[in-house]
């Protein structure tokens, strides 16, 4: 059996998990950004986290900013997470097993072999799915190195996703400086929201960027979120990622590109993009967050493309998505499941590592991704039948 997942580095990495709340329960406790919580659980069910030592030190950030909700703020953002994750968690169907952890493939109607698409290039047609034998077998190869690992859990096999980076060089300590002044200048644009990642939360008024980035010693480290003033996302949309590959040298640039484009592209839904001192050093650096059309997201990437430097882009295609071009990549998310790309296949190999049955690894992928709504040719997009 597999030891229960209690260690987080971030609420944000928390709300990605997709942790099972009901034995995080049972362990009663959890590690969050080096912090340990207990979780109590009331008598109407609700969860609640609470520090054992009621006076733990508050962090430097919290005490130059006292009007912002103080040490006890990532406690109520912990359990408000925990709890709307136990609430989806009852309304989601559970992946079915039968015969002692074996996955029913004709219960899920995956034929081996069967292919999706007849596209062969990376580029395709409204509709169509490209050819996805480099993003399975990027996937397969990620679940292969997994294998080796002690404890193969979702946030271990997370990690091994992250190392795969690009190779390039981080930034100058002048322009890493620079960089981040440019946050500030992007954060005045008219009809766009930015803040720190480490900020999601707080209340608008709250996150203060200027703040933040002067007394927080992590400021250089965090992912900053650039969002339209005004939510394009609706419940029915269903949602994929453009992840950005450029040299570190042309972040600045990319972070005014993304800005732009979040602020007049109706179907660009958010993005982020890391802080300097992280950018280039992990496999998605930067994000747009879209609505998942594969044609209008190629359109999307080559727009943003004319808008920097053809040496900006690093030829780099994180684990199991799809090559949208030099330094693009494009993935699908199926609707209750993690938008974080690596999150979501880490939890896919995990079942399969957990899946003790005879049958080859590529078959046992093949079939969780089935299982959870991805196509198995192609994990980069969801099944045809979702689409």
Known sequence: ????????TSVEA???STVDVRA???HGRIEVNGKHYEIRAAADGQLSVQRPDKQAAVDKFFKSASHLLGGQSQSTRIAQTLNEKAAAASARPQLTRQLGGRLNLQ??????GQSSSSATAVTAKEGEIPDGKKAFASLLAWTKKAQKLKQPMQETIYQLFKQETPKSRLMAPDAQKAYMEGFKKLERTVGIDLWPQGLDGMNKEDRLLGVYMAEHPGAGKDFYRIVPEHSRRTEEDDTGRLTIGVEPRYAGELAKAMTTLIKNE???LSGKIAGPEIFGQRTDSAILYVRSDYAETQA???KLQ??????AFIDHTPAGMQSAGKGLAYAETVKGDSSSHGLSRA?????????HSSGSLEKKLKTALAAKGYNPDNPAFRQPSTR
Request: net charge negative; proline share 5%.
């Open 1 to 8: 059996m597999n030891p229960v997942q209690s260690h987080f």
């Open 14 to 16: 928390l709300k990605d």
């Open 24 to 26: 995080l329960k049972a």
């Open 107 to 112: 219960q899920i109607n995956l034929e081996q």
């Open 266 to 268: 109706g179907n660009v």
């Open 300 to 302: 999307l990437g080559r």
């Open 306 to 311: 004319s808008m920097l430097p053809a040496q």
């Open 347 to 355: 939890d896919i190999i995990a079942t399969v590592l957990s899946d």
